[in-house]
């Protein structure tokens, strides 16, 4: 059970890829009341380190005895580590936060968004799941939509960038780039096709529906976590060759009347979201401006012109940051919070 302390020791699990070097980033930039941290990471990883606070911290490998006196147990290493290890370090003791798809749509495990549905995370919580990146940044822009006027049906595409895939998704796109400037054949390890200067119609393994596993993540997880299984949704995910950010195109139906202009002014108060929105001066929301910034940005709003009671809207969210590893450290921080009111 945590408590109420001045300093909690944290691991980080996966502390050396793209998503947990940013959760122990966040850790010190949101001033987190770390007593210890404690990078963990496979054994080819021992012998790193990762800087906190200014000080190198020995990266230490992932064990099952790696949780004692942990309070917060950050993950970011994959479903299959987590599925492993999170329930060994909650059984420890420690409050585990998972970016993994392991434990999201489990019945008795909270799927987490603070701004959207922080009641959600019961008083032991033991696993707490984050959603996925792409979720994250819709639900966003959605959950004051549907307080205000009940959401009916969401029509979604993404246009989610490389980092979503890792470290070597990025290099990968790097290198592709440099090799089509210079007229040179390029060779496609992470994707199965050519990510530069291309799009990619496919995320994630195809199901029977000829949906993909990202695709129906959206469905699923949106429902859960705005707890209402009426709500339809239809995405369609698509890599582009950005490096960091994700971008959606949304339009959404509800079964109350609706204008563009009055939704402007709900977002522009709604917590974790700047509304972009001024088509005559060319502002809208860009993935190099929502890069490494914590705000999902949203702008594009419009009335839908084929519809009565609907609208269109652009959202634009870091996928590493608020799409992954500031949502985990939010959730920690919404406890601690808690013990504290």
């Not at 949101?30 to 990078?39: D, E, G, H, T, Y």
């Not at 080819?44 to 309070?71: A, C, H, N, Y």
Request: proline share 6%; net charge positive.
């Amino acid at each position: 059970m945590l408590k109420l302390k001045d300093g909690y020791n944290v691991a980080v699990v996966g502390a050396t890829g793209a998503v947990g070097s940013r959760m122990t980033a966040i850790l010190e930039e949101r001033k987190f009341p770390v007593a210890k941290l404690v990078p963990l990471a496979s054994a080819r990883s021992v012998g790193k380190t990762v800087t906190f606070r200014g000080k190198p911290v020995p990266v230490q490998e992932l064990r099952d005895d790696s949780f004692q006196d942990i309070d917060f147990a950050l993950f970011s290493a994959g479903a299959t580590v987590s599925k492993k290890f999170a329930p060994i370090a909650a059984r420890a003791g420690a409050v585990v936060i998972d970016n993994s798809s392991a434990f999201r749509m489990e019945k008795n495990v909270p799927l987490v968004v603070p701004e959207v549905n922080p009641h959600a995370v019961g008083d032991d919580p033991g696993i707490i799941s984050n959603p996925n990146c792409s979720t994250i940044q819709m639900v966003l822009a959605l959950k004051p939509i549907h307080d205000k006027y009940r959401i009916k049906r969401v029509v979604v595409s993404t246009y989610q960038s490389v980092s979503g895939t890792g470290q070597k998704a990025i290099e990968e796109l790097r290198d592709q780039s440099h090799g089509v400037l210079a007229g040179q054949p390029v060779a496609s390890k992470v994707y199965p096709h050519q990510i530069a200067f291309n799009c990619i119609p496919h995320i994630d393994e195809f199901l029977e529906s000829g949906y993909t596993k990202e695709e129906m993540k959206m469905v699923n997880e949106t429902r859960k976590i705005m707890e209402d299984d009426s709500i339809q949704v239809s995405p369609t995910a698509v890599r582009v060759p950005v490096f960091f950010a994700h971008s959606e195109s949304v339009n959404v139906e509800t079964e109350k009347a609706i204008l563009a202009e009055d939704v402007k002014k709900l977002l522009s108060s709604a917590p974790g979201v700047k509304v972009v929105d001024a088509p005559d001066l060319k502002q809208y929301p860009l993935a190099i401006d929502a890069a490494h910034k914590d705000a999902v940005l949203v702008g594009r709003i419009r009335n839908d012109i084929s519809k009565e009671r609907a609208v269109n809207f652009w959202v634009v969210g870091d996928n590493l940051r608020k799409g992954a590893a500031l949502n985990a450290v939010q959730i920690a921080e919404l406890l601690v919070q808690r013990m504290k009111s």
